[in-house]
């Protein structure tokens, strides 16, 4: 599928170190082989949905279908970005963005993991820090939000560098357990006072319509 199909084939979010962007079914099968290899401690399950239960071959195909899924299902009324993050040319992990009727409500929630092999590098802070200046600087939005467990330090030191305030809790069955998540809000003023990473954004204009159907980013 060309860029012609599906613009945002075409979009890049670029840092220092880091690129974004939708993967072709060759990059794709690179990041699905990260998250074969380890998102986290098996003992622990730091998401919502536990998609990373289960054998390396099935944590591989979980993400390749999530991401093939998001593109099938795509309308500007509900859609998911999900992109591959590349450090230094590396695939490392990915990072989603996701709205419901974001023509209306400028919000968007985030949701990521990076491999085993690649935290502790603050690659996190970086690949969040880009797709917020996606967010506000080239959609416009007024929010992101987030959302992580008490005892996921890394998921929250993200957010807190990034100006992230507390917006209260979220209590959701894991495991078959409950679960209480920390709910997190970044609005456009904490945003630019936390601005830190220089990023760059290509090929984002034929993509608006689909992030916003006949509206106009402002």
Same mark, same amino acid.
């Given at each position: $599928?060309?860029?012609?199909?599906?613009?945002? /084939?075409?979009? #890049?979010?670029?840092?220092?170190?880091?690129?974004?962007?939708?993967?072709?079914?060759?990059?794709?099968?690179?990041?699905?082989?990260?998250?074969?290899?380890?998102?986290?401690?098996?003992?622990? $399950?730091?998401?919502? /949905?536990?998609?990373?239960?289960?054998?390396?071959?099935?944590?591989? #195909?979980?993400?390749?279908?999530?991401?093939?899924?998001?593109?099938?299902?795509?309308?500007?009324?509900?859609?998911?970005?999900?992109?591959?993050?590349?450090?230094?040319?590396?695939?490392?992990?990915?990072?989603?963005?996701?709205?419901?009727?974001?023509?209306?409500?400028?919000?968007?929630?985030?949701?990521?993991?990076?491999?085993?092999?690649?935290?502790?590098?603050?690659?996190?802070?970086? $690949?969040?820090?880009?797709?917020?200046?996606?967010?506000?600087?080239?959609?416009?939005?007024?929010?992101?939000?987030?959302?992580? $467990?008490?005892?996921?330090?890394? @998921?929250?030191?993200? @957010?807190?560098?990034?100006?992230?305030?507390?917006?209260?809790?979220?209590?959701?069955?894991?495991?078959?357990?409950?679960?209480?998540? #920390?709910?997190?809000?970044?609005?456009?003023?904490?945003?630019?006072?936390?601005?830190?990473?220089?990023?760059?954004?290509?090929?984002?204009?034929?993509?608006?319509?689909?992030?916003?159907?006949?509206?106009?980013?402002?």
């Amino acid at each position: $599928m060309g860029i012609h199909s599906w613009p945002l /084939y075409g979009l #890049r979010i670029t840092t220092p170190r880091l690129e974004l962007r939708l993967p072709d079914l060759p990059l794709l099968d690179a990041v699905s082989a990260v998250a074969a290899d380890g998102v986290h401690d098996p003992a622990e $399950m730091p998401f919502l /949905y536990p998609w990373t239960d289960g054998t390396p071959a099935e944590r591989a #195909r979980a993400t390749f279908q999530h991401l093939l899924g998001t593109v099938a299902e795509w309308r500007p009324e509900k859609w998911t970005l999900s992109l591959a993050v590349l450090c230094e040319g590396e695939p490392v992990g990915r990072q989603d963005l996701t709205a419901v009727d974001f023509a209306v409500t400028r919000e968007i929630e985030t949701g990521s993991w990076l491999g085993l092999a690649h935290q502790g590098r603050g690659i996190g802070t970086e $690949m969040r820090a880009a797709v917020a200046h996606l967010a506000f600087e080239g959609l416009g939005a007024r929010y992101m939000t987030s959302a992580a $467990m008490p005892d996921n330090p890394r @998921s929250l030191g993200v @957010s807190r560098r990034l100006g992230y305030r507390p917006d209260g809790l979220l209590v959701a069955s894991v495991r078959g357990q409950a679960r209480t998540f #920390r709910r997190l809000r970044l609005d456009r003023e904490a945003w630019q006072a936390h601005r830190t990473v220089p990023v760059d954004i290509q090929g984002l204009e034929p993509c608006l319509p689909l992030f916003l159907g006949d509206a106009v980013a402002p």
